[in-house]
């Protein structure tokens, strides 16, 4: 089969690979520092599920189908591929136990052979996708088709080698080709060529190996300069995947001595990305999933989690020679340890310039909402909203530039704990004529009722929080609350960038509740964004707290019979989840079942539900500023949908997601469809005793 050219094949397709592999790995080091090598067992189990499994696939059916026969495809492929190099050089070389006159070899051909037409049917999907069907959220790109054909024309090589291989075999026995078992596709190849001459049938065994083992050689050697970077960096990616909650947002450490340092607050430059970002970049498929779900792409503002994600790695690829280069400068010069180019550039080059303007417009950073169905719906789980909100750090607090309306909640949040502006001492207003204690006056209670900024200040949020009260006074739970003490999390100021403001509230927060021994107790609180931050966030400031939302905890408390929702309570509900609630903290049946338990009551699923159920558009500090312009609003759009299920009532477990899809629901003239809490729902069909309706 040509020794000679095989080995310059394999030296020039290999060696061309390893330098553009070494290229792309020096460039990811220009990345900042990330831990990603903690809990191996972990991460072994995540990429058993997730990279060969594929579970994220498979939402999106046909595509997920496609994927794994391509897939598994190769990986049965690869040990053809390797065969056939060998045979380079040794032309009956079957890896001693895999020849076709072997159990084994026939065991594994038949296998080869279902894979190979398995690989060509899923490959014609993806065709159909980018000639036919067009999907808009798809990359429809020349090269997406150059891969597809590629892969295509590999498979019909292999068939085209074996058919030959099998027709000249039985030509030089002078025996007609038959049906293999063990080697279905080649054997039916041989039948249809075994009519040809022998120099032809040579001929075609010749074209359908060279052929199959260069285009795997030009195959591998694309990855590394194209989006099908991802078939080298997808399994990695997902074993180095965040651990962490997903509502946990990565801190800035030691911000005094940023400051005192110089260093960015935030993300400025490319290089500040860690290099897991950095692989994350690498690892976009431009499938689009992600923009598909996200609620501001669908509603026309510019953000597009994909498009963000090339732009950046486009700007990248870019500047890839200057960025290694200044790198391994800055790394000789400070003896390992890179330094700040903002502190030895007067006027730094174009690689070491703002990204926002200069690649990612700011309005697409501020049309987030945080909500992470993008995250959700990525196979390969890149993150969007940690980069997100890191350049809206370096927005707030290096160049002071932000929305508007921020202001005014940042001011709010720094004169009087709260992003609204009321004064401290009305905190606790909503509680007046319930004899609800506080904290300080029973300090041995079992449960601390942390109420929030819109539960104690916005007039249609204060009825949830009286709703949950008059519950947990019901079920006779020993509970008290912080009043004026309670502050913000901080939670509108760190997705909005302004980490320095979140932390102070975050250090103020840890000292009251330990103060008080928290730690031992339940927090119990109707904002999910409390929840998430109080939950998932305090720990990294000395808080571990047992948190629970309060739907949560009312299913709890039916579950044991401390409620018993006895009136009936005759209403179509449209169930609507929290991002904060569900999606960041996969709380989906508590709040169903709480709702489930009251009679007469029918709970409706939109399409778009649990942990594909849309954004109302409050989340990421979206409540405390004006929307981007776009051709709809986000609570718009998710009050149609929510419509769409002929609903008497929709329902929801945040204070802003009601205010969202109240409003949503009057821009569509439905006011007769009431927005009601499961607390509220709840109220209404349980017995209540004296106290309780106090």
């Not at 029973?442 to 109420?451: C, G, Q, Y």
Request: glycine share 8%.
């Amino acid at each position: 089969m040509g020794p000679v050219f095989m080995a310059l094949l394999l030296l020039g397709g290999w060696g061309f690979f390893a330098y553009s592999a070494y290229r792309r790995w020096n460039l990811m080091l220009v990345g900042a520092k990330a831990d990603r090598f903690d809990q191996p067992v972990v991460r072994i189990g995540k990429v058993c599920k997730y990279a060969f499994a594929q579970m994220r696939m498979r939402r999106y059916w046909w595509a997920g189908v496609a994927h794994g026969l391509i897939f598994f495809g190769f990986v049965v492929l690869l040990l053809r591929s390797l065969m056939l190099w060998v045979r380079g050089f040794d032309a009956g070389f079957s890896f001693w136990v895999f020849g076709t006159d072997q159990t084994l070899g026939q065991i594994y051909s038949l296998l080869k052979d279902i894979f190979v037409i398995l690989v060509i049917l899923g490959t014609l999907v993806f065709v159909y996708y980018r000639v036919i069907a067009r999907l808009p959220r798809m990359t429809l790109s020349t090269e997406g088709l150059i891969i597809l054909v590629i892969i295509l024309v590999m498979m019909v090589a292999d068939i085209v080698y074996d058919g030959a291989t099998v027709a000249l075999h039985h030509k030089a026995a002078e025996a007609s080709v038959g049906f293999l078992w063990y080697e279905p596709a080649g054997s039916v190849a041989g039948m249809i060529v075994q009519g040809l001459p022998g120099g032809a049938l040579t001929f075609l065994a010749h074209l359908g190996f060279w052929t199959h083992v260069a285009l795997v050689l030009i195959f591998l050697n694309l990855l590394p300069y194209s989006k099908h970077f991802h078939v080298i960096t997808a399994i990695p990616n997902v074993y180095l995947q965040n651990l962490d909650p997903p509502g946990k947002l990565p801190n800035l450490e030691d911000i005094e001595g940023m400051l005192e340092r110089e260093e960015t607050l935030g993300i400025k430059r490319i290089d500040q990305f860690s290099w897991k970002s950095i692989m994350d970049f690498y690892t976009c498929t431009e499938c689009g999933r992600c923009s598909d779900q996200c609620p501001a792409t669908n509603t026309g503002k510019k953000l597009s989690p994909k498009h963000f994600t090339i732009d950046l790695r486009d700007f990248l690829y870019k500047h890839d020679p200057e960025l290694v280069a200044a790198n391994a400068n800055a790394k000789k010069n400070s003896n390992g340890e890179a330094a700040d180019a903002e502190a030895t550039e007067a006027e730094p080059p174009e690689y070491h310039k703002d990204l926002v303007d200069g690649v990612i417009d700011p309005e697409v950073l501020w049309a987030c909402t945080s909500c992470r169905a993008c995250e959700q719906e990525c196979p390969v789980f890149i993150t969007y909203v940690d980069k997100i909100v890191d350049m809206r750090r370096y927005l707030v607090q290096e160049r002071g530039e932000f929305p508007n309306e921020l202001q005014t909640a940042f001011r709010s949040m720094e004169s009087a704990a709260n992003p609204y502006g009321f004064p401290a001492e009305d905190r606790a207003k909503w509680a007046e004529g319930l004899d609800i204690k506080t904290l300080a006056e029973h300090p041995e209670a079992d449960v601390l009722f942390w109420i929030g900024c819109a539960p104690s200040f916005d007039d249609r949020a204060k009825k949830v929080t009286v709703a949950t009260a008059k519950l947990m006074q019901q079920a006779g739970v020993d509970f008290a609350i912080l009043g004026q003490e309670e502050q913000c999390t901080g939670d509108p100021a760190r997705r909005a960038g302004n980490e320095y403001l979140y932390q102070m509230f975050a250090q103020a927060n840890v000292e009251v509740l330990n103060g008080y021994g928290v730690d031992k107790k339940t927090i119990v609180t109707t904002c999910p964004h409390c929840f998430n931050t109080l939950l998932n966030e305090y720990p990294d400031f000395g808080g571990k707290y047992d948190v629970v939302h309060h739907t949560t905890f009312l299913a709890k408390l039916l579950r044991e019979g401390k409620l018993k929702p006895t009136n009936a309570v005759s209403k179509k509900v449209a169930w609507h989840d929290s991002c904060y609630l569900g999606r960041y903290n996969e709380v989906y049946d508590d709040p169903r079942a709480a709702l489930k338990s009251i009679p007469g009551l029918t709970v409706l699923e939109p399409v778009e539900s649990r942990d594909r159920g849309m954004c109302c558009g409050a989340g990421g500090a979206q409540m405390f500023k004006e929307e981007e312009a776009g051709d709809e609003r986000v609570n718009e759009r998710r009050a149609d949908q929510l419509l769409k299920t002929s609903p008497d009532c929709v329902s929801s477990a945040c204070p802003f997601c009601a205010r969202m899809l109240t409003d949503g629901l009057a821009a569509k003239d439905r006011e007769d469809v009431e927005q009601l809490d499961v607390a509220e729902l709840l109220l209404a069909s349980v017995v209540q005793s004296d106290k309780a309706s106090a």
